[in-house]
């Protein structure tokens, strides 16, 4: 099966992590086309999966965006949706990754006469979209996409709930390499060195520095706890949060951890730096849609601990392969937090039963295969 793959972000967040896993078996006959130039390009290449930029004029619209907005940016997309029928042709599916690649790949599909695959990484809620970009993307989905693979429970749910046709959806998780989660003890008590850390207790927190990602949320529950308690938080403003950042350092000058925070910015060296980490903590205040971040923690054999809400209610059972917390309770946080601290021995039975259950339930060849499964039989034909 050829694949023209479709994704808006030149960055690589979560949605584009799992692409490169999705778009490996395919890269001798599929191409990815993406919506900006960045990073993310450089990622695919280096895993020799074909990719093309189909454009650099950025695509207006945000998650916020209103009707007027959204209609007004439509002019400016027929440049790029030209590219996309042009280069569809060639292929036997296309693949939106991303809202705005449904938007293009959905006018593609009907213009190119080729099916198309919606993979849903969101929570189509109004706490993360505006009224007018969910509407569109429910509508497109329902006319035109012959299948929406939803990243979890949580999100296939929301869709239904925005008015999303069911039977259109089946859920398949992100997969992964349990392979490229192990390290070095050697090189780990190394790097602790290198970051001046190795005495301490390290929490380590895995997200772009957003406000919904709540890292927040980690300070003020670092404040309750000892002063050997010392946070990493690793990932960039990805989308332009830089207002964010500035709120970040104000609070943890307010509350003078500054000697207990790191920011090391974005880092393509996760599982080295999870396997620094004595805890990995993820603090979202809205519902996660997924949350690869819990599931690379539990293959490091890390304990984690996060935000109960959305997709991380299905990868986390409290207390069996780690804990949950209520969103934006730095209370509970520090509770959990000084609990792995005072009783190290139980938690790490509950990080090593997360591995062993983690590497087998996420395993990328069995999401692949279910991939392949849903391709080719679910597949209505266009
Ligand atoms: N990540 C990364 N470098 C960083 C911070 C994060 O490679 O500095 C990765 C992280 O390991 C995870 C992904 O970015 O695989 C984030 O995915 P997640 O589902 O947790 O959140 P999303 O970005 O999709 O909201």
New binding site residues.
Partial sequence: MKILFLDQSGK????E?CLIDIAKPYRDRALVGLFADGSFKTLLQQNHIPVEVFTHQPIQVRKQSNLLQALGSLGQLAPLVAKVVQRAIEYDLIYANTQKALVVGAIASLLARRPLVYHL?DILSPEHFSKTNLRVAVNLANRFASLVIANSQASEAAFVQAGGRAELTTVIYNGFEPKLYQTCALDTSKLRQNLGIEDKFVVGH???LSPWKGQHILIEALAKCPPQVTALL???ALFGEQEYVKQLHQQIAQLGLENRVKFLG???D?PQLMAACDLVTHTSTAPEP????IV?AMLCGKPVVAAKAGGATELVEHGINGFLTTPGEPEELANIINSCLEDIHNTATIANNAKAIASERFNVVNINRQIAQVLSSKLIVY
Avoid: M, N
């Avoid at 690589?12 to 949605?15: R, S, T």
């Avoid at 997924?290 to 971040?293: A, I, L, S």
């Fill in positions: 690589p967040g979560g949605a992590l990484h895995f997200s772009r690793v990932g960039d974005f880092r393509a996760i997924f949350g690869r971040v690379e």
